[in-house]
């Protein structure tokens, strides 16, 4: 990634982030700087169980957390408004106005597969920091993480065809349509509709045209006519008034404009698509217009892909928005941001029966036959068969070159992960036996440690 | 709201919107203006249907849309982007680069209950500039409608006891965080923990601790007496390891402190909250610490609120994250925004069964002792008994002064009309029969005259 995108980026933030932290994450830490509770503290970041219908998530949103952790500064504005709120001492305020974020972080890279427990990330740093970077890590690996474990599903379905993300309008807001657009194309989505996104991100930009463009003119053939003359090789949408005879007047456009007549695609967008899609296809194909594709779009989600597919439905691609952008079965995840070791000691919470792996951990993922066949969760200094997944990807507050990986990088590797994975893992009903994800003999050993301890 | 608090909101915005569009409202922008359609264009934004689990939506979300349209610009970088993409022709640009809305703006106040169908606001522009706003316009009144309408749900549960905000975390992105704040405290919740937007929005902030705060001590007693020494009238996180054990020692610290000792409240995270709660009372009673309130958090949403609150549980207030945060249960609306006119000249959309209203309209609603009654969606010229609720805040591209609205004033507003509801669409089950909404005589006569001339 250049540093010039990476401006832009930025760019497309706010740039005050400093005080986008919970409060309990300043007032906690004003007391271990006070109580001089400043060593190492050891945060693990993961997902307590996966959403009922994900067999798998694909980890993202690195990249913003690590630029967030390199940038992160507090402004005297910033200062001015805590010392406002009556709770911070002016040492606690001069320590925010010297902050520098200057941990070492290891992580999966993004689009990696991962499964319950399994850490995304792991944040060694001075106990303070560790803790104050807390609100805004979690907010941006959930985000990214959960859209892009989404979108997988509905490129899966889609089995080859493309599929274009329509989302932005019912995104939550500015910052998960753009976020939302990366990690979508990351998981194999074709393009997006937000221009900002692909300014930003660097990532295919398409769309049609919408109903109101249609009504605007008095004659729906006047309106195919004017785009189709403007954008040679442009989709038309054909369902403003009737999708067949929408169908039928795109057809006599050849007449009307003869060698001039480009059109790439028409867009169904309501009714039913496996129905309409096979009429549509038909009324093409007796005209001679078999090079027009269909394209189908209209509260489509992972579910009415793979039903469509299934079904034969001669459509060639998907334009998918709300379900997608909103991830709209899993609107959350179980993600926490634990502590796991203070001053080299393991730590971990008792109550509410919801184990933390204590320590630095590692994951090794092991194949069979060329796939995917099981994790080990193991302590960090292990050296266990399979593959090693956390990677050093900053060492004391800087981004190691290693951490700066091209989206086209990213999806392509993504894709090949995926593949990995078993069959019904990939599948988007629930696999049974889920995928086997198992804790090393040493970490058993070390947790059972720390609990008696605890318990002590 | 204040010149000061303005550029401050702005801050945490992205600066260049001009891009956050769908890549077709700009192709079609481009076909309008060549094409010469550039008369005045209305547009109605409204929700189609109502979430299975709303009763009413409260609108919101309007002071970002008004801020956008007044600043909206495209920056050389944007027009360098676009013309990248081969689709635009420099005339365009042209127009882009000296782009100024100034178009007409009707809404409906913040915090005003809204139901199916009926305009939350209505833009009237030349066709080229309503269309191209129309991405960012839906992405933000969608968000900020959404989410205050499941916070006023939890404050309703609630009965009276204080929401605090906890959501950031899981929210969908830094927007939206944000947004969710300020939305959640319009409607009803007393505080958030989003430092950020405490800061932006002069919302009140609150905390406690973290359980990692706990854990960082050898002894949780330790934990405790350091966090009530430091911050009087704190709120202790009791849960760590055993919950009924850390009241326990929260106890026991008024015989360490003496006098020093005031802790203001005990929050209960995780276990049988209505149990745990009773326990707790008891517990604190019978040490003679009546004033100590208790405050509950962990994965609560309004039925887990109003489930404790109906038995009786001894909560003083309630922290709500997640589920609040992405409005879980319905983490998006079918809002939509409609062409109803151009050129002085009603449009509609006669496919798959879902009408539009065609023209400019207004709404009218109805009190039948003391409580809203019935609704009335009408012509815009017509005058009708009730109250109207789109008010003009735009005009020719500029604010009008009504449309600042103090952030506590659009508070008090919300909950007044709020009050105003029948019972039984204030209530979280769904009420049978909905609220009434009605279509004028007028405007019904109006729309079968367009839709007889769109048949033919």
Known sequence: MSKGNEMTKMDAMPHHLGLFTDLYELTMAQVYLEEELTAEAVFSL???RLPKRRNYLLACGLDTVLDYLQTLRFHEDDLTYLASLGKFSDSFLDWLRDFRFNGTVYAVPEGTPVFANEPILEIAAPLPQAQLVETLVMNQIQLQTMLISKAQRVVTAAKGRPVIDFGTRRTHGIDAALKAARAFYIGGVAATSNVLAGKTYSI?????????????????AAAFRTFAQRYPGTTLLVDTYD???GVRKVIELTQTLGADFKVGAVRLDSGDLLALSIETRALLDQAGLDSIEIFASGGL???????????KAPIDGFGVGT??????????LDIVYKLCEYAG??????????????????IFRLSEAGRYARDVIARADEVLPGQPLLEIVMRNGERLPASYVD???ARIYAREQTALLPEPIRALAPATPPYPVEVSQALSVYQKEIEDRMRG
């Open 345 to 362: 000691s393991g730590r971990l919470k008792l109550s509410a029966n919801k184990p933390i792996l204590s320590g630095r951990k590692q």
């Open 243 to 245: 999708t067949v005879e």
């Open 323 to 332: 379900s997608m952008g909103v991830s709209a079965d899993a609107p959350d």
């Open 204 to 220: 295919p930009v398409a769309g049609t045209m919408a109903h109101s463009y249609i009504q605007v003119y008095e004659d729906e």
């Open 407 to 409: 989206i086209e990088a």
């Open 301 to 311: 989600d992972e579910d009415a892909v793979e039903y469509l597919v299934s079904a």
């Open 46 to 48: 993961f997902v307590r």
